[in-house]
């Protein structure tokens, strides 16, 4: 059984950083594909961030390229998404999400930006609160 457990969220000013944390358990971060969604009140759903681990692929909302980093740490079978420059638009909960049956960063991606998106494994999410 796969676990995802999202950290790291909390509350910053805005131009501020914070680093969440993915730790996994049932489920392999060094040929993987995992990512992170965020849900705002009155907002859509919305990609983030995505990564096929096996060919260190990343890809990235348009909101936050240039912002945001997802990087993978396969010791501890955790993945991050570093945050710099955060507005009060990127207020949000945060999640966790992977699709374990993917092979491929072309796979990883499809399923990410797939409406719904295609993707079964999900976190509790973690609150990240910006104020201006």
């Known amino acids: 059984q796969v676990q995802l457990v999202e950290s790291g969220g909390g509350s910053v000013q805005a131009g501020g950083s914070l680093r969440l944390s993915c730790a996994a358990s049932?489920?392999?971060?060094?040929?993987?594909?995992v990512g992170w969604f965020r849900e705002a009140p009155g907002k859509r759903r919305e990609r983030v961030a995505n990564?096929?681990?096996?060919?260190?692929?990343?890809y990235y909302g348009d909101s936050v390229k240039g912002r945001f980093t997802i990087s993978q740490d396969n010791a501890d079978n955790t993945v991050y998404l570093q945050m710099y420059n955060l507005t009060p638009e990127d207020t949000a909960t945060y999640y966790c999400a992977a699709a374990t049956d993917c092979y491929s960063g072309s796979c990883c991606y499809l399923r990410f930006i797939a409406e719904p998106p295609d993707v079964h494994d999900w976190g509790r999410g973690t609150q990240v609160t910006v104020s201006s």
């Open positions: 990564i096929f681990t096996g060919s260190d692929s990343p």
């Open positions: 049932g489920y392999s971060f060094s040929n993987g594909c």
